[in-house]
C-alpha cells in the first residue's frame, strides 16, 4: 500500500494562465537518494521515489544479477537519515563476497541503467533466454496497456513518474508500481512479482509507459514475461536485444493499436492483419 506521504508532497505554486495569476498548490512525486548496501557494502546509489523499497530492493538485486531470487536476502532494513535512504540487505550464506567487483555508486535524475559499468561486454551482457509459450490477442495487448494508465495513483495526482505493472489474462492488472525512474518501477515491479507465484509470470505482458531502452528488456527477459509492452518507442539495441531472447516486444501502444517490434507470433491478430505481421 501507498503511503501518500512518502510518494507526495504537496507544493505552493503560482499559475499563469489566460493572462491571469492565481496561487494553487499541486502534489508533487518525491525523489530521494536511495543506497542499496550489501553486507555492509554499498553498490549502487539511485534517486528514486521513496515507496515499495522492499520490492525495490529484491528487484534491483535480481536484474543486477546480484542474487536468483527473494530468498538469497535473507533481511532487508530501510534506514532513513534524511538527506538519503539506505536500504541494507543481508545476504545468504552462499551468496556472500560474490558480488560483482563493478560497483554503480551513481546518483542521476533518472537512474540511467548503464551508469557505472565497467566495459562495453557488461552493457550488451549475453541474452537471457525467454521460454513462456502463452499467445495473446491483439485486444489482451491494449487492454492491459490501458489498464495500467488508470492504476497510478502518484502519476495521476503528479503527471511526473513512470509506472510498471504486470498484466493477466485471467486476473487483469496484477500489480503495478510507480516512480521518478524508469529503471526502478520496473525493479520494483520485478521484485513484487518475484515474491509471489512465479507461475504467473510467463502467462502475463510487463507494460510499461516509458520508451524501451536495452536495460528494460533486459529486466523483462530475466524475469521470465513473454511479452513487453510499452507506450513509447524501443531503440535499436532494445528490439536486438529481444530478438536475441526471444522476447516479444510491443512499444508505440495508443488507444487505437500498437506496433510490434520482435516476436510477433506471441500475439494473435484477426484475420489478414495476423498473417501480414507474423511473416
Not at 248 to 267: H, P, Q, Y
Request: proline share 4%; hydrophobic share 45%; aromatic share 4%.
Amino acid at each position: 500500500m501507498i503511503a501518500p506521504h512518502e510518494s507526495l508532497r504537496l507544493r505552493e505554486r503560482v499559475i499563469w494562465k489566460d493572462a491571469r495569476c492565481s496561487a494553487g498548490w499541486r502534489d508533487l512525486a518525491c525523489e530521494r537518494a536511495v543506497a542499496m548496501r550489501y553486507d555492509g557494502e554499498t553498490h549502487a546509489v539511485l534517486l528514486a521515489t521513496p515507496c515499495d523499497l522492499h520490492d525495490f530492493a529484491i528487484g534491483f538485486s535480481v536484474t543486477e544479477g546480484l542474487v536468483s531470487g527473494p530468498d538469497e536476502v535473507e533481511n532487508i532494513d530501510v534506514v532513513d537519515h534524511g538527506d538519503g535512504i539506505e536500504l541494507r540487505m543481508t545476504l545468504a550464506p552462499a551468496r556472500r563476497g560474490q558480488l560483482p567487483a563493478r560497483r554503480r555508486n551513481s546518483a542521476g535524475p533518472s537512474r540511467c541503467g548503464l551508469c557505472g559499468i565497467g566495459s562495453l561486454s557488461e552493457a550488451t551482457r549475453p541474452a537471457v533466454a525467454v521460454s513462456a509459450t502463452t499467445r495473446f490477442t491483439a485486444g489482451d495487448v491494449s487492454c492491459a496497456i490501458a489498464s495500467l494508465a488508470h492504476a497510478m495513483p502518484i502519476g495521476a495526482a503528479t503527471r511526473s513518474v513512470h509506472g510498471a505493472g504486470f498484466w493477466h489474462p485471467g486476473l487483469g492488472l496484477v500489480a503495478v508500481r510507480e516512480d521518478v525512474g524508469r529503471h526502478n518501477a520496473l525493479d520494483k515491479l520485478v521484485g513484487a512479482l518475484a515474491q509471489g507465484d512465479q507461475g504467473l509470470v510467463g502467462g502475463g505482458i510487463v507494460v510499461l509507459t516509458s520508451r524501451v531502452s536495452i536495460e528494460l528488456v533486459q529486466k523483462a527477459a530475466r524475469l521470465g514475461a513473454g511479452v513487453l509492452a510499452a507506450m513509447s518507442a524501443p531503440t535499436t539495441l532494445a528490439v536486438q536485444y529481444a530478438e536475441a531472447s526471444g522476447l516479444t516486444l510491443v512499444a508505440v501502444a495508443r488507444s487505437d493499436g500498437f506496433e510490434v517490434f520482435a516476436r510477433a507470433d506471441r500475439i494473435a491478430f484477426p484475420g489478414e492483419v495476423g498473417s501480414t505481421a507474423d511473416n
